[in-house]
């Protein structure tokens, strides 16, 4: 089966503009995740949905950050405006998942967006 | 608060060697365990998963992990190392956060894993 599609893989824009990554998760895949993986840390998850549904924002900046997930397929995304602290790489992520067991079914990665603001 | 703790940034072993991967977690119930490799320029990719069970569990790629509840941790073993090894190994519990319904995947900072020829 094809993976996690994710683009663009790198980016590189100055602090205050906006950016927008592209996700095409795993055929099927009700669930979908948006994380952050800064340099030396973890992965932490930024938005999921379900379908298109949003299931947990929680941790989103939601006065710079954005997502979608139009038709319950495809995701984007968006920061605007970017800050230097949002250097880091986004990876996209779906799964079979059940929303109230989302971690009961192994997460597919995408290879991720290294994004870096200067 | 849930949270996952892997002592070890960086480890170095000689290809042949073995190799132990520290994982410990804090969460009040039992936990859903997981180790995630990635590779230079990769997505995470799942290695094994602890539910419930036989505490010990086997992974792709000739790696186990034994889960310890009494330790709360949750190490990551392999008894002869390949270069092709060499790569960031992710610990992840899953959990739900107090008064939700909702599971999410917590990750451990990871830690490296340099592979000698």
């Known amino acids: 089966e094809a993976g996690v599609a994710q683009s663009p893989r790198y980016k590189i824009i100055e602090k205050r503009q906006s950016v927008a990554f592209w996700c095409n998760p795993i055929?099927?895949?009700?669930?979908l995740y948006w994380y952050q993986q800064i340099l030396g840390q973890g992965p932490k998850l930024l938005i999921q949905f379900q379908n298109n549904g949003v299931v947990d924002d929680s941790q989103l900046p939601k006065d710079r950050f954005s997502a979608e997930r139009l038709k319950g397929v495809d995701s984007t995304l968006k920061i605007q405006p970017a800050k230097l602290e949002d250097s880091a790489v986004y990876l996209c992520?779906?799964?079979?998942?059940?929303?109230?067991?989302?971690?009961?079914?192994?997460?597919?990665f995408g290879n991720g967006t290294r994004l870096t603001v200067t | 608060a849930q949270s996952v703790t892997q002592p070890d940034i960086h480890i170095t072993v000689s290809e042949g060697a073995s190799l132990e991967l520290r994982c410990n977690y804090s969460y009040g119930a039992t936990p859903y365990l997981f180790w995630y490799v990635q590779s230079p320029g990769q997505g995470l990719q799942l290695l094994l998963k602890y539910f419930s069970g036989d505490t010990l569990v086997q992974g792709i790629k000739g790696f186990e992990a034994e889960f310890k509840r009494s330790q709360s941790s949750f190490n990551l073993r392999k008894p002869s190392v390949h270069w092709s090894d060499a790569a960031e190994y992710f610990c992840a519990v899953g959990a739900h956060d107090r008064g939700s319904t909702l599971g999410r995947l917590y990750f451990g900072r990871g830690t490296q894993l340099t592979v000698w020829p």
């Open positions: 992520a779906s799964s079979l998942a059940k929303v109230r067991s989302s971690y009961n079914s192994p997460l597919h």
């Open positions: 055929s099927g895949h009700a669930t």
